[in-house]
């Protein structure tokens, strides 16, 4: 089950919906309210919300952490060199990216600048408090059967703190009325550093695997 958290219904964050009692009519109608959300400080600098993409009807909802560079310059969940190595994983594992739902646990970018680049920074606990209405809203519009969490941050926000990715990932448990699978972020493949005992191949085959676990409890 999910970590109790008392986030919605309020006002006082200008852009946000009381997701509980004024859950708007499609994702269309959620999008537009998050692309106005002011209920952090990321948005100060950020090109826009990044909202999620897929087809309401999903029976599939992957979470990633935030967006990234391209994703902020785009306006789209998962288009940069995660995205792409996600595409190629859910195809080899049997699952078409059309049929899933992909967004994320924060919906602007947090990072800092290094010269003229813009790095990825964790985002903070703030960030994931303030954006799980828009996440919840998410979730309750599309009503997917499985839910796959993709990396620590995504896995934490939704299991809580105590959610320790390397022990519980590729097991299936029921989460309220949906099962989810925790996985490593796509981005972890990219950053995999043969110093620290990391092979690659051997975390994309893994990853893969996790796919497969989600992909076959879709009835």
């Known amino acids: 089950m999910t970590e109790p958290l008392d986030l919605f219904g309020d006002a006082a ?9 004024d ?3 499609d994702l269309d109608a959620l999008r537009a309210q998050a692309a106005g959300c002011t209920r952090c400080e990321l948005h100060h600098d950020t090109t826009q919300t990044v909202f999620g993409a897929g087809p309401a009807t999903a029976r599939l909802v992957m979470v990633g952490e935030q ?5 902020d310059r785009q306006g789209a969940p998962f288009v940069g060199p995660a995205g792409r190595l996600l595409d190629e994983a859910l195809d080899e594992a049997g699952i078409a990216r059309d049929d899933a739902y992909v967004t994320n646990a924060v919906k602007h970018f947090n ?4 010269g003229k680049r813009r790095i990825h920074e964790t985002p903070k606990a703030g960030h994931i408090r303030a954006c799980r209405p828009w996440l919840d809203a998410e ?5 997917p059967q ?3 969490t993709l990396g620590a941050t995504a896995g934490k926000a939704l299991l809580g703190s105590k959610f320790r990715i390397t022990a519980e990932r590729g097991e299936p448990r ?8 925790p996985t490593i972020h796509p981005s972890a493949i990219l950053r995999a550093d043969p110093d620290r005992g990391q092979d690659r191949d051997e975390m994309l085959a893994g990853f893969v695997a996790d796919l497969k676990v989600a992909g ?3 009835g």
């Open 13 to 21: 964050h200008p852009g946000a919906a009381d997701t509980t009692t």
């Open 23 to 25: 859950l708007p009519p």
């Open 146 to 148: 499985v839910l796959l």
């Open 174 to 181: 029921p989460w309220n009325d949906m099962t989810l699978v």
């Open 216 to 218: 076959g409890l879709l």
């Open 111 to 114: 990072f800092r600048y290094q």
């Open 139 to 143: 979730l309750a519009l599309v009503k």
């Open 67 to 71: 967006p990234g560079d391209q994703e």
